[in-house]
């Protein structure tokens, strides 16, 4: 499996450890990621708001570079872009969906880029995030059986953001409030996942820049949610979100008075330690609270078969109420 | 174009009526108001149409349906000696028959009229007039080249069997067999539960007059199972539907009970002594226990039990037969087999009822996951009386008193991810759950997070105020999500309902104990199946259409196939028995006629161009042909046929043609469609 690879300005500088490993894990399951030659900024969250067709035509610039690299549209197989951060793929995704809806607004950005000899057809890509590559086309199955050393014992707390599902656009991969797909990812690797509620909470952004007591808040809200489900760390899917809550952890501390130690993980680094590669080669050691300790835990106890309570008869004088059945329920 | 003639309506706009089949057509073009004419240059197409060959007379008129437009084409049949009639207007669905009538009054045979449907084909399709004059000019040719080809045909009559069928034994069901059987007639109720009741029976008090369900649905139950009139089919289910309307055969499978119904007396000893308990999914809605062999509830009708043999000790690892050894009068029958019983009934209702939606396809409600999150039919079985908690009000635990609930309205209706209609009768629900809180836990704080309150129907409203002088709250907003995170002191250890107050512009943040979702209704899983089982069609949602949404809508589009109840669409108590009346009240009448008039379009046979490869044999869904051996033809049982014309399509040798639809019929209408195509550049060569 070959896809075009948008790494972001994210991957190269704070969130390297994201780019190390995912690379490494991609190697390791067979998937080749091509970074597109010549990418530039995507804007951010940011950019959209001060000049809508400028940001645009940013974008699409990336998005005919990767075109034109994969061949055009003119192959049998539709061109795939692939990027693990989510503010890029929200906005690589949002402006092929915008293009297409409005002919008016691909006219004007095309405009733009024959500036640069460049254009873009909408929907001549297909705008992908790395986690939908790595649940939805290798899938679990493939990913659970590479897996060596299973993170048995480990308490783990997904996190996707605010960005990855959300708006409900047609092709996004999971449910825009409460995804799943990197609860079953975490499963697959033999970790135990918390349920998370606030896990497709926003976690500041770049609020922390302008407003920083209310980023601080957001950022302590979801600490304190996976400290209440005891988990051991906060796995994440976006450079932004990891950023927020590893690099401003002791600032929330400072400011509430609390003693969070929570280190925050991208998901391809525990798939990675998963798979049996160092913590060096999947780039560990690098974060503000040090994961070391809480990956001490990992193998030290697999999980009893006790856990899974023992099917009993309701003793007498228990008056409760039978739990809803889920279906789904892997 | 002329000048308007003043009297437009007597102009006879062509001389030579000889068409080379000497008939005389007379068009129609209706305005409908400004339905057709504001998109239609309906006088434009009248002139037009009166200067081609055969038609005698062409007229436009503001409304051919009304009875002065009737008269119009009566009169000219009589003074003008027209044989043909053809009216450009709506659907031949809304108005063929009118037409046909008004052709047969002034003695011209209806089946010389034709309909061309410039409304929903035409003016309704576009708004480019030029583009819709056009295509109703052809139109009108196509009907008056095949009108003047077509035969008088004679009506055929059919008996009437003066039994039903009715299906589902839900409150729509009950009161539409119990009608039926009143009036004189034999019903058979098939239900495919092993009790009759349906939803209501679950259900705890009704709005908005807080009668006990049971109290008023009971009675009823037990009338339908001792009427003489009503045979009672309960763990039954239809497999097969043969015939048409008034002669329908009808195949049902009766699920083994494994108790012998003459036997049993409904003392439930094999029920208490039976050692299995297991979740009760279907009656208690996963919120009690039932045992292996079991009954709905206490009052169901009938009283015997069923054994559910996937979880049966017996029947799974061949011992027990704890029921078997109780039962005082050897009623238990583990060797019991399905039988099959074939059933002849004249009309079949349809009363099949709905599902509620699935609360657990709302993730961000927490229902599955958040142990006292309810859904609304869980809720209605803990304040049942007869319900798992015997009517307490309790968390998961069974025994902590909620001190705050949270009613969400509209969990998977109003909501274009899920369902966009609204479900009618859980707006309504909700308020009654608020006033029965109040009532069980006086000390309880109720609150309601609605977007709109529906309540429209009878003192619908006054208990709306009710229960808002109860002290309920009303908070205007779509709940964002339920949580258990909490984020201070205040939140701690409760549910917290986060949702924006539109009616002051705030986000807000309520902690709860408990939370019920008002989880919409939805057609049943298997609806699109039943539809085809039955014939008739299912709209976008499933639910069962019916012939006309405001005039017709128990009756479908498939003769003899009626609907009652919440399979046609979501609806509360009052409006099920309405229609469960108003679909028995159909069948009494269409029973009164003993004969009924069948349409004249059926297929016949020409046995000399009859190869007998027999491929029509297994093609017609009516079973309506045979085939001769000795002679090695088939043949069209004329009764049986329905006139569909897949055998007339599918006859390698053109030997079948349909009545009314002949080859030269619909040819002729094309080719009147394609008036003013240009002619093609290959060149056709005429097969001899």
Redesign the interface.
């Known amino acids: 499996m070959r896809y075009s690879y948008y790494p972001g300005c994210s991957l190269e500088r704070n969130a390297g450890a994201y780019h190390t490993s995912l690379m490494a894990v991609a190697a390791q399951l067979g998937v080749e990621f091509a970074e597109v030659d010549d990418w530039n900024c995507c804007g951010a969250t940011e950019f959209i708001a001060v000049n809508r067709l400028r940001a645009y035509a940013l974008v699409s610039r990336n998005l005919a570079l990767a075109a034109r690299q994969t061949g055009g549209s003119n192959g049998a197989a539709k061109g795939q872009l692939v990027a693990p951060c989510s503010a890029c793929y929200l906005n690589l995704s949002k402006v092929d969906h915008y293009l297409s809806e409005s002919p008016a607004l691909a006219s004007d950005v095309n405009q733009a880029l024959a500036a640069g000899g460049l254009s873009y057809a909408p929907g001549s890509l297909r705008v992908r995030h790395l986690l939908d590559v790595l649940v939805n086309d290798v899938g679990y199955e493939k990913v659970a059986a590479r897996v060596c050393r299973p993170l048995h014992g480990l308490r783990v707390a997904p996190y996707y953001g605010c960005l990855v599902v959300r708006p409900?656009f047609r092709e996004r991969f999971d449910?825009p409030?409460?995804p799943?797909s990197l609860d079953r990812l975490m499963r697959a690797l033999g970790a135990t996942v918390v349920?998370f509620?606030?896990k497709a909470h926003c976690c500041g952004g770049h609020m922390t820049q302008i407003s920083r007591d209310v980023a601080l808040e957001l950022i302590r809200?979801l600490l304190?949610?996976a400290a209440?489900y005891q988990a051991d760390l906060i796995v994440t899917l976006c450079p932004m979100c990891q950023l927020n809550l590893d690099a401003f952890q002791e600032s929330v501390n400072g400011l509430f008075g609390t003693e969070y130690r929570i280190p925050i993980l991208f998901f391809t680094q525990l798939m990675g330690l998963a798979f049996g590669l160092s913590p060096a080669a999947v780039g560990i050691g690098k974060e503000f609270i040090d994961a070391r300790p809480a990956l001490a835990k990992i193998g030290a106890a697999a999980p009893a078969a006790a856990e899974a309570a023992p099917k009993r008869?309701p003793r007498r004088g228990?008056?409760?109420?039978?739990?809803?059945?889920?279906?789904?329920e892997e | 174009m002329s000048a308007e003639t003043p009297d437009r309506a007597r102009r006879d706009h062509h001389a030579t009526p000889d068409a080379g089949h000497g008939e005389r057509v007379g068009v129609y073009v209706c305005h409908c108001g400004h339905n057709i004419a504001n998109t239609v240059a309906v006088e434009e197409v009248a002139e037009w149409a009166g200067q081609q060959p055969g038609v005698v007379v062409a007229r436009d008129y503001k409304f051919m349906c009304s009875s002065l437009g009737q008269e119009l084409i009566e009169q000219d049949i009589q003074q003008l000696g027209l044989n043909r009639v053809v009216v450009a207007a709506c659907s031949p669905h809304m108005h063929e028959k009118t037409f046909r009538s008004a052709c047969q009054r002034a003695g011209l045979n209806p089946y010389l009229f034709e309909m061309a449907n410039i409304r929903e084909m035409g003016s309704w399709a576009t708004n480019d007039r030029e583009a819709a004059t056009q295509k109703a000019k052809a139109q009108v040719k196509g009907a008056v080249e095949r009108v003047v080809r077509q035969q008088p045909l004679e009506p055929l009559y059919v008996d009437i069997n003066p039994n039903t069928l009715v299906v589902g034994g839900g409150v729509a069901g009950l009161t539409a067999a119990l009608e039926l059987a009143n009036a004189g007639y034999h019903v058979y109720l098939v239900e495919r539960d092993s009790s009759i009741g349906g939803h209501m029976a679950k259900l705890d008090k009704t709005f908005p007059t807080l009668d006990c369900a049971a109290c008023i649905l009971t009675p009823k139950m037990v009338d339908v199972a001792n009427h003489p009139n009503i045979t009672l089919m309960t763990w039954s289910e239809v497999v097969a539907v043969h015939g048409y309307v008034g002669n329908f055969t009808v195949r049902v499978r009766k699920k083994a009970r494994y108790i012998k119904e003459d036997l049993c007396t409904g003392c439930g000893t094999c029920v208490e002594k039976c050692p299995v308990?297991i979740?009760d999914?279907n009656f208690e809605v996963?919120?009690?226990?039932r045992k292996a062999i079991y009954r709905n509830f206490p009052q169901a009708v009938p009283k015997y039990p069923v054994i559910d043999t996937a979880n049966c000790t017996f029947f799974q690892r061949g011992k027990c037969r704890a029921c078997e050894i109780v039962c005082p009068t050897d009623a238990i029958d583990f060797n019991q087999k399905d039988t099959i019983v074939d059933l002849e009934v004249g009309n079949i209702i349809l009363a099949t009822g709905y599902e509620q939606f699935d609360a657990?396809r709302?993730?961000?409600y927490?229902?599955?996951?958040l142990?006292n999150v309810f859904?609304s039919m869980?809720f209605e079985r803990?304040v049942n009386a007869a319900g798992?908690?015997a009517g307490r009000v309790?968390l998961?635990?069974?025994?902590t008193v909620p001190k705050r609930v949270g009613i969400i309205h509209c969990v998977g209706s109003r909501d274009k991810?899920y369902h966009e209609y609204c479900s009618r009768a859980c707006c309504m629900a909700a308020l009654k759950f608020a006033h029965l809180v109040h009532e069980r836990v006086p000390e309880a704080e109720v609150f309601n997070f609605y977007i709109d309150i529906r309540a429209s129907g009878k003192h619908y409203e006054e208990f709306y105020h009710r229960v808002l002088s109860e002290g309920a709250h009303f908070i205007r907003g779509r709940v964002a999500?339920v949580?258990?995170?909490?984020?201070g002191p205040g939140e701690e250890g409760q549910l917290i309902i986060q949702v924006e107050d539109t009616l002051i512009g705030k986000q807000r943040r309520i902690p709860v104990d408990m939370v019920i979702l008002m989880a919409g209704m939805e057609a049943r899983k298997d609806a699109r199946q039943v539809a085809a089982l039955f014939g008739l069609g299912c709209d976008y949602d499933g639910w069962f259409t019916e012939r006309h949404a405001k005039l017709d809508p128990v009756v479908t589009m498939t003769e003899g196939i009626l609907v009652a109840g919440a399979c046609q669409g979501p609806k509360a108590i009052p409006e099920s028995v309405a229609q469960g009346s108003a679909a028995a009240a159909r069948v009494a009448g269409m029973i009164g006629q003993r004969v009924m008039k069948m349409e004249p379009v059926r297929a016949s046979i020409d046995a000399a161009s009859c190869s007998g490869c027999r491929i029509c044999n297994n093609l017609c869904p009516y079973h309506a042909i045979t085939f001769h051996e000795d002679r090695k033809v088939s043949e069209v049982i004329t009764a049986l046929c329905q006139g569909c014309g897949a055998c007339v399509a599918a006859c390698p040798s053109a030997a079948i043609s349909g009545a009314h639809f002949t080859r030269d019929q619909v040819l002729a209408q094309i080719e009147g469609i394609l008036w003013d195509a240009r002619q093609p550049e290959v060149l056709w060569l005429e097969p001899q």
């Open positions: 409900g449910d409030e409460y799943t349920d509620p606030l809200r304190k949610n209440d008869k228990d008056q409760s109420l039978p739990l809803p059945q889920m279906s789904e | 308990r979740i999914q996963g919120l009690g226990y657990r709302v993730p961000q927490g229902y599955g996951r142990a859904t869980e803990m798992p908690t309790v998961r635990d069974g025994v991810n999500e949580t258990d995170a909490a984020r």
